[in-house]
């Protein structure tokens, strides 16, 4: 069946480092994916998107990688500060009709002066 | 700021017992949907609104029902709660159609002891 699940559920990062937050999908199917971050006591923000005629799209310090081969994306985070520490979910609207998104279970990114 | 309110923020109920959440969507949104976030998971979708009507739903029972009002606001209600029902309530405003952004409230944090 359709799932959206992530490899590490913890990442460690001191500032100013460069953050990976990976994210498989099963669903062969899938065209859309978006990235949310979630911080303590906040509902989740979207961050970026990406179709899946594209490989790579890239926003303000974030770029999202797509590989369709393998049924993976990853979120980068160049320059990480303490204000990303927050937990990372990938999501997938499954395409029924209706919008609906399937989340994993999500990456804690904490980042450490 | 999303522009999607929630209340109230915190709520404690004792089991069997009966509750009602509220939503008011972002500006110019028409479609609302309710997630579940159990501790340390990612949300689950519950159900979806538009146009006043129920317009999706995932695996939750029947006690689990909702509304949608004529300026798009919207309320979940739970009956017979279970302790199980302790979880972080979000609510999702956007406009209808694959691929556009939901905008999260900051969720409503259910107790039932």
């Known amino acids: 069946g359709e799932s959206v699940g992530l490899h590490l559920p913890t990442l460690s990062v001191q500032e100013g480092d460069n953050s990976i937050i990976n994210c498989a999908y099963s669903?062969?199917?899938?065209?859309?994916f978006i990235w949310y971050k979630q911080e303590s006591g906040k509902g989740p923000q979207f961050i970026i998107d990406?179709?899946?005629?594209?490989d790579k799209r890239q926003g303000q310090r974030v770029t999202v990688l797509l590989n369709k081969t393998v049924k993976h994306l990853s979120l980068q985070i160049a320059a990480t500060q303490p204000g990303d520490s927050a937990v990372y979910f990938c999501?997938?609207?499954?395409?029924?009709?209706?919008?609906?998104?399937?989340f994993g279970t999500g990456t804690r990114l904490l980042v450490s002066p | 700021e999303t522009g999607v309110t929630q209340s109230p923020t915190h709520l404690i109920k004792t089991r069997g017992q009966q509750v009602t959440l509220r939503c008011s969507s972002q500006?110019?949104?028409?479609?609302v949907s309710w997630y579940q976030q159990a501790l340390g998971q990612g949300p689950q979708f519950i159900f979806q609104?538009?146009?006043?009507?129920?317009?999706g739903r995932g695996n939750f029972p029947p006690r689990f029902s909702g509304l949608q009002f004529p300026n798009y606001s919207s309320e979940l209600n739970v009956n017979a709660l279970e302790l199980d029902d302790s979880a972080l309530y979000l609510c999702?405003?956007?406009?209808?159609?694959?691929?556009?952004?939901?905008?999260f409230g900051q969720g409503t944090r259910l107790t039932v002891v």
């Open positions: 500006s110019g949104h028409n479609t």
């Open positions: 669903n062969s199917a899938s065209d859309y």
């Open positions: 999501a997938e609207p499954p395409g029924t009709g209706f919008q609906k998104l399937v």
């Open positions: 990406i179709r899946s005629n594209m």
């Open positions: 609104y538009y146009r006043e009507e129920e317009n």
């Open positions: 999702a405003s956007s406009f209808v159609g694959i691929g556009t952004e939901a905008f």
